[in-house]
Structures are given as C-alpha cells and as structure tokens.
C-alpha cells in the first residue's frame, strides 16, 4: 500500500465557511479515489487566505473593544488548522460513507520545527490574508511600521511575513501511528505551526508561515515515501506561461528544473515553490520523484497519464508499483 500526502491550497479552498465546506465537498470524490486505488492519504493544505482572516479579526476586535486580545501568527495557525481540519473531516468522512469504506479521519495539530537562524525571519516574503490596493496598502503600513506589505502577482498588496524552511515534523511519530490504525490524516495545515527549540528542548512558537510545498516535502520524507504528488490548478508545469510559445512539460530533471528558474520561467508566487518544493523531494533520495499535475487529474496521475514528472535520474519504476507515494496539492 502507498501513501500519499495531499496538500490542498489555502486559496482554493474558499473565502467563507460555506465555500470553503462545498469546494472540500467537491474535492473529496478525488481524494477518496486514492483510497480506493490502494493507498493511505494525509491531507495537508494551505491556509494564506483563512490565517490573514483569523490574524485580522483579532487585530480588529483588540482595536474595538479594547478588551479582545491580539493573537499571535502561531496561534492564528493553529487555529486554521482546526478549522480547516473540521470541514475536511466532515467532507472525507461523508464521501467514505457515500462509497462504502470503513476509514476514520483524524487532523493533527502539527508543529514544524525551523532554523531560529534561517535568513528568512530577516527578509519577510510570505503574503497572507486578504488582497489591498496600493493606496490601502501604504496607508496601513505608515500607520504600523513593524507591518510588511507587497504588490502579490498582480493581485494586489498582501501582508508578507517570514517564511522559514522546515527542518523537523514534530508530530511524525502521530502521524505515522494514525496511518497504521487506517486514518486519513489531516496534518501539517498551513504548512504547520514554525516553532523553534529553546536551550532545554522546549518548543515555543515563532511569527512566521512554512511554505505548503516545502512542509509537505518534508513530511513525505518524514513519513518514508518514495513519491511526492503536488497537485494544482493546471495539468502540467510549462514554460512561457500564457504566451503563444507557452509548452507543457512532461518531465524535468533537476538540472533542467534548474536552469527554468534561472531563466524566471515560474511565478514566484504560484509555480516556483511547488517546482522547487518538488525538486528538494526529488533528491532526497535514490529513485525518489514528484510529480505536479491537477486535482481533478490526480487518479491518472497515479497512473503516469498526467502530470510533470520531476526526478533526479532517469531510471525510476512508476508510481503503481506498490511503493510509498507522498502527494501536495
């Protein structure tokens, strides 16, 4: 039996608690159809949109009244997790029950252990919450000095904050216990909550948000999968993106992968960290690859009909052949 991991992302997953429980509703046929082709999942996902939210209805309330406390960032993420994690259990479990299958699930406030060094916590280039123009955007920043806040990809300006790799999954222990008993496993949300080690070993939590992608790669790792899926809106990673010379690629090898960001042919906010996240899985190990295909493509995907093939080398047995299989959407 393989396991893949799915990470879904914060953005498509909707702006309000009834969109966001009709698109898992709409999601879960495809997740549960890995199941149903033989493999154990773990759910992560993203949650810029959904922390942004929890973050500002704080601030605001604090601002109010006064009397509601602000909330810090780890916080917030651990709150997202929960929420996020009640509607893809509600929306699993009916869709298990809809086709017959006795599987439990279960969502893990998961912690991620980052680098108190890592030269992200002094460059802040993680956009969460909601979307502001440029007007809006310098007028909050004049008024709060300490908030970061960046044009995002042509969408407008968000609040940026750090965004420090991860090092360590904290509840992989959880998780791996979870998977044996047949849970799906809800873990990792947001790419985790970032908390660093002090000298006596506890963990205290940091300011800042893991990439989705990245965390999702080191879970695979964590967990012993031989096979990282990252699933998202388009069928295949391509080069000249909305030009008439755009190309879909069918594969990448490393060095090929490497010299496409090079050339600046993967929007920093959109492919480029799946594409790098996908590399750093590919070559952490021997015959290890990913691959970045769509949600709706997932199941052929497994089946190499779909999908951009990242890898280290060029002999690897495709994703049927019974071993582990880590997948991010």
């Known amino acids: ?168 999954i904290v509840e992989r222990d959880s998780i791996l216990n979870l998977l044996d008993h047949e849970f799906i496993v809800i873990a990792c949300g947001g790419g985790g909550v970032p908390v660093v080690r002090d000298a006596h070993g506890d963990l205290h939590g940091v300011p800042a948000v893991i990439d989705k992608d990245f965390a999702s790669a080191s879970l695979a790792e964590a967990v012993g999968a031989d096979y990282l899926f990252i699933l998202t809106a388009v069928d295949r990673v391509a080069i000249g993106f909305g030009t008439p010379e755009q190309r879909d690629l069918d594969e990448l090898d490393l060095a090929t992968a490497q010299r496409y960001i090079d050339e600046g042919q993967f929007g920093a906010g959109s492919m480029l960290p799946k594409v790098r996240a996908a590399m750093q899985f590919a070559a952490s190990g021997t015959g290890r690859r990913a691959v970045i295909c769509s949600l709706e493509n997932a199941p052929l995907a497994m089946r190499g009909l779909s999908g951009t093939v990242v890898r280290a080398d060029t002999l690897l047995p495709g994703p049927t052949d019974g071993r582990r299989v880590a997948a991010t959407v």
């Open 1 to 168: 039996m393989s396991r893949i991991v799915i990470a879904l992302g914060g953005n498509a997953l909707g702006d309000t608690p009834a969109e966001q429980q009709a698109r898992i509703a709409a999601a879960a046929p495809s997740l549960v159809g890995l199941i149903a082709q033989g493999h154990e999942i773990i759910v992560s996902h993203g949650n810029g949109p959904q922390v942004g939210a929890i973050n500002l209805a704080f601030d605001t309330a604090a601002d109010a009244t006064g009397r509601v406390p602000r909330m810090p960032l780890p916080e917030c993420t651990a709150m997202s997790q929960g929420y996020i994690g009640y509607h893809l259990q509600q929306g699993l479990l009916a869709e298990l029950r809809r086709v017959g299958m006795p599987w439990h699930v279960a969502s893990v406030v998961t912690q991620v252990e980052v680098d108190p060094r890592d030269p992200a916590f002094e460059r802040p280039t993680k956009p969460i919450g909601a979307f502001y123009d440029e007007a809006s955007a310098r007028s909050m920043m004049a008024e709060d000095p300490t908030l970061v806040m960046t044009e995002d990809a042509g969408r407008g300006w968000r609040v940026v904050v750090p965004s420090p790799r991860p090092v360590s």
